[in-house]
T-cell receptor, first 112, second 116 residues
Framework: AQSVTQPDIHITVSEGASLELRCNYS??????LFWYVQSPGQGLQLLLK??????LVQGIKGFEAEFKRSQSSFNLRKPSVHWSDAAEYFC??????????FGKGTRLSVIA | GAVVSQHPSWVICKSGTSVKIECRSL??????MFWYRQFPKQSLMLMAT?????????EQGVEKDKFLINHASLTLSTLTVTSAHPEDSSFYIC????????????FGQGTRLTVV
């Protein structure tokens, strides 16, 4: 069965510090992987996605993620966090035209 | 990218009444739409898959008679919460795969339903 695990429920980082949000998945083959961000009471915005090819994926707002097949991971990174990055982050996967399976999310707080 | 519009963005209704939520694909035809539910500080849980012109496929544990889904056209899917109860209060989000053979999902803005 497909599943996504985000081990960290809540992370707090200082503004300007680097960020890494963890995501591990369970899937029989190579899935399509996504990272979304959600502000309170809002819908989801796609940050980046991995389908195939280069395992380091660049997204919007300075985010990147690296697909590591050997670790079944797709961690999200940002070198320097801004206060506006505070939000809920969801890792998700699907197998193409199937519905997304989401992780439980990681809430990011940014402190001055 | 493709745009999915969801309406209303929030609604308050009385217990026992029904509420309809609309999800429209504005600039493409959406053969398949997905409906998710999100409880506060929780992840998104798939409720059902809606296919144009056919019956929706519901996930296990989702009451099909309570959450009526209609996908009568290629640009509109609706979710009706019937006989709403306070425990139905939640954030509902629709999603559609992009045009053609796209495997990317596009999300509506979500609907905050509060049943009083």
């Amino acid at each position: 069965a497909q599943s996504v695990t985000q081990p960290d429920i809540h992370i707090t980082v200082s503004e300007g510090a680097s960020l890494e949000l963890r995501c591990n998945y369970s899937y029989g083959a190579t899935p399509y992987l996504f990272w979304y961000v959600q502000s309170p009471g809002q819908g989801l915005q796609l940050l980046l996605k991995y389908f195939s090819g280069d395992t380091l994926v660049q997204g919007i707002k300075g985010f990147e993620a690296e697909f590591k097949r050997s670790q079944s991971s797709f961690n999200l990174r940002k070198p320097s966090v801004h206060w506006s990055d505070a939000a809920e982050y969801f890792c998700a996967l699907n197998s193409g035209n199937t519905p997304l399976v989401f992780g439980k999310g990681t809430r990011l707080s940014v402190i001055a | 990218g493709a745009v999915v519009s969801q309406h209303p963005s929030w609604v308050i209704c009385k217990s026992g009444t029904s509420v309809k939520i609309e999800c429209r694909s504005l600039d493409f035809q959406a053969t398949t739409m997905f409906w998710y539910r999100q409880f506060p500080k929780q992840s998104l849980m798939l409720m059902a898959t809606s296919n144009e012109g056919s019956k929706a496929t519901y996930e296990q544990g989702v009451e099909k008679d309570k959450f009526l889904i209609n996908h009568a056209s290629l640009t509109l899917s609706t979710l009706t919460v019937t006989s709403a109860h306070p425990e139905d209060s939640s954030f509902y989000i629709c999603s559609s795969l992009g045009p053609g053979l796209s495997t990317e999902a596009f999300f509506g803005q979500g609907t905050r339903l509060t049943v009083v």
